[in-house]
């Protein structure tokens, strides 16, 4: 199952902790969700912070999403 969090800028997903795949989009440049910057070492440090507001996330028991990575 995965989950997801969003900020106004961007959205970031992840499934199985990351192992089956995670999603990073900038809704200022890519409204429409187009190209997955997650594996872009230059957002690496989005990724990390996203990551961090994920755990929050679930740790305030935030339901998961039922999405699914897509292929």
Do not use: C, I
């Not at 969003?6 to 989009?25: I, N, Q, V």
């Not at 990390?48 to 990575?69: S, V, Y």
């Amino acid at each position: 199952m995965g989950r997801s969090v969003r900020t106004d800028r961007w959205r970031y997903s992840e499934w199985d902790g990351g192992k089956r795949g995670a999603e990073l989009y900038d809704h200022q440049s890519d409204p429409r969700e187009h190209k997955n910057l997650a594996g872009d070492l230059k957002f690496a440090s989005v990724v990390t912070e996203m990551k961090a507001l994920l755990a929050k996330a679930a740790g305030a028991g935030a339901p998961p999403t039922r999405a699914r990575a897509k292929r």
